[in-house]
């Protein structure tokens, strides 16, 4: 089983290869975008909520940190969830340079935001959950197969 690092960094790589596929498509053809932009909004919303719903929750009962990295990254998911809701109102609009501003934000934002994640809270939530961590995994998976 893996830790929760390795577990959530998987997560990660898995959306960034759907935005990579997504923008590649939107690229030839909005067209084609469209239901590639949907699947990786669907993983990336899926992380989010193994994050916030899971790991989090457990991070905070644990720590008693609340206003600290969490509550960084809840409001940058916040941040997130805005430009992808817009960049799927681009395709849907056909505004292929409205689509490629927000997505070049978002990428910015995400690079950011998961290297926070993978070199400082991921590590720490690892560190403080170590004694729970197959249990967070198995949590955060069965949101996957539901």
Do not use: W
Not at 26 to 38: D, F, G, I, N, R
Not at 97 to 114: R, W
């Amino acid at each position: 089983m893996n830790s929760i690092q390795e577990y959530l960094t998987q997560s990660h790589d898995k959306c960034d290869e759907l935005f990579a596929m997504t923008e590649e498509r939107a690229s030839t053809s909005l067209q084609s975008a469209k239901e590639v932009c949907a699947e990786f909004i669907a993983e990336t919303e899926r992380h989010f909520q193994m994050e916030e719903r899971v790991m989090f929750v457990a991070f905070e009962n644990k720590t008693g940190m609340t206003q600290g990295p969490t509550a960084m990254m809840r409001h940058e998911h916040t941040q997130m969830r805005t430009l992808m809701q817009q960049m799927q109102e681009a395709l849907a609009a056909e505004n292929k340079d409205k689509f490629f501003g927000f997505s070049e934000t978002l990428m910015m934002l995400i690079q950011q935001h998961n290297m926070k994640e993978e070199q400082m809270l991921y590590p720490m939530a690892q560190q403080h959950l170590s004694e729970d961590s197959q249990k967070i995994v198995e949590m955060m998976h069965s949101m996957i197969s539901q």
